[in-house]
Structures are given as C-alpha cells and as structure tokens.
C-alpha cells in the first residue's frame, strides 16, 4: 500500500516511517525539514522522500501525483506550544492552511483514507476524562489551530467521499523528539546534574510513549474502512510534572531537585488533561503498552542515562 506521511521526518513521524516500511508498504516522506532532517529518515527502497511544505499547492501537488498514495497521515505542524505562542500567524498558516492545502490536493484521488493527526489541546478546560462527543474550546493558539484544522478537514474539504479519521493526541514522548518540550528538558539537564530548572511542577497530562502512538496510527491506516471518525489516542491517566520528576529519579536511584524558573511558566497553562480512549479500543482493540515508568525507562536508556 502506498502511503504518504506529511512531517514524516519528525518525531512521530519517524517512528511512523520505520514501522510502516517494517510491514511492507511503500512510504513517501513530505516534511520542509524546518525542524528535523533527512538523515532522521532511514535508507530503505520502499521510502521516497519530497522536500515539500505542505503550504505550497504546485509543489506538494506534483509530490503527491508522483507517489499516488491510498492513505495520507498528516502530522505536519506547528505544535511547541511556546513557540506557537511567539509566531501565531504561522502557527495557523501551517496547522489550517496547510491541512486544506494537502485536503485540496489530494482531492483526486479515489478512494483515499486521510488521517488527521490533533490534539486533546481542543478541548476545553476540565478535571474530567475528555470524551471525543464533548464541545470544543481550546485555551492557547496551538489548540485553536489544530480545532480550525479539523473543521477544514470535516467541512472545507472538497470531497463527500473522504475516509476521514481525526486523532486527536495526548502528550507524546519517547526517544527521538524534536522539540523541548517537558521530558527532554528534563533529561537534558539530567545529562548534567540533579537540579532541573522547571516552571509550572503541578501541571497535569496524558503522557503517551511514541510506540503506542504508532501501534494505533498503523492499525487506523490499514483498517478497513468505516466512515469519517473522530478518536482519542491517550491513556486515561494523568502525571504531573513533579510525578514524571519521581520517577525518574525511583530509575536513576538518585534524588532529582527541581529549581523554580519563572522564565518557563507558560502564561496559558491548564491543570490538566486527560482524555479517554473507550471508542479507538473499541474500533482497532488498541490499548498503550507502556506504563509511563517503562516508556520512561526506554527514553533515558536511549539518551545514555540507564543502562539497558
């Protein structure tokens, strides 16, 4: 099967990448590489590789003619929620631009499965597991876009006949990420002592490991098809910074003291977020594998901080 996968040479995206080639299908790659690289990517024959932006209609049309793909999972995005705050503009250029961008241009090819990867960021704020029938209302610029990309790609797309399925995500970690976001930072400085500069220590999320994350990509992508659908892909259960702080020092045997750093406080910042995942287990009987503490254990290994 052909598959395309934009933002492919990113942090899910690699990992998406490696398994899809591992289960015989042919895996083009569209990534602007403004945040990755192409040796990210590995060497196999059944990977083609476009260096496209997914904002650029010609480009990214004659990409996709070239490859003919039967599924597109699009997880090109702007998605480090501080950076995002600091370029609004093209925080929503690339998130709803570039997602109707991509819908227009794959709208001639039949029977087309296209995976929307979002976020539990469109959610409102709430202390309850988030279910995917609730009402949006997101509270940053990340969350916005990612709300408008979906209601670009459930209304403004110019097929009927789309096998949509929208994703929307918990906070994936796990070896590899691209950008800083709270467990490399942490591992970072760990590489250089047990004080850790952080921001907010009480902030809650639904830490998912990468592995479970492409189990359930995977599965969505060569599933057979069942209409247009909207899932959550999370845990169901939540960790504050200062738990994730816990754990690995329980890992590493050390104590791990955190410094407060009012520099990293973020002026949006929920209190938690936790959504359940009854309707995808239901739909592809996906559960995640990894407790946090081993999804922990395989990212400090790969970062040279255990031992395997």
């Not at 997101?138 to 990309?149: L, V």
């Amino acid at each position: 099967m052909n598959v395309t996968v934009t933002g492919g040479a990113g942090f899910v995206g690699v990992h998406l990448v490696k398994s899809l080639l591992t289960h015989g299908h042919r895996v083009q790659v569209i990534d602007d590489f403004s945040g990755s690289h192409p040796s990210r990517l590995p060497e196999a024959p059944g990977l083609r590789v476009d260096h496209v932006d997914v904002r650029e209609a010609i480009d990214l049309q004659r990409a996709l003619d070239g490859h003919a793909p039967a599924v597109i999972v699009h997880l090109a995005a702007r998605h480090f929620i501080p950076y995002c705050e600091a370029h609004p503009l093209e925080t929503l250029d690339v998130n709803v631009k570039g997602t109707a961008t991509l819908l227009r241009a794959a709208s001639g090819f039949r029977d087309l499965r296209f995976i929307l990867a979002s976020s539990l960021a469109v959610y409102p704020p709430r202390h309850e597991l988030l279910l995917e029938d609730l009402s949006l209302g997101p509270i940053d610029i990340y969350g916005y876009s990612k709300w408008q990309a979906e209601l670009v790609a459930q209304h403004g797309q110019p097929r009927a006949d789309l096998d949509l399925t929208i994703v929307r995500m918990g906070n994936v970690y796990g070896p590899g990420e691209t950008n800083p976001h709270v467990i490399p930072h942490i591992l970072e400085q760990l590489k250089r002592g047990d004080a850790i500069d952080l921001g907010n220590l009480e902030s809650r999320r639904d830490y998912i490991y990468v592995e479970d994350v492409v189990d359930a990509l995977l599965a969505l992508a060569t599933r057979q098809a069942d209409g247009p659908q909207v899932f959550n892909l999370s845990t169901g259960e939540d960790a504050s910074v200062s738990d994730l702080l816990e754990v690995m020092g329980k890992l590493l045997k050390r104590s791990i003291r955190p410094r407060p750093a009012p520099h990293l406080l973020r002026p949006v910042d929920r209190p938690i977020l936790r959504a359940d995942s009854s309707r995808l287990r239901a739909a592809i009987g996906w559960r995640p594998k990894h407790t946090l503490q081993e999804g922990l254990r395989k990212v400090m290994v790969a970062e040279g901080l255990l031992s395997s």
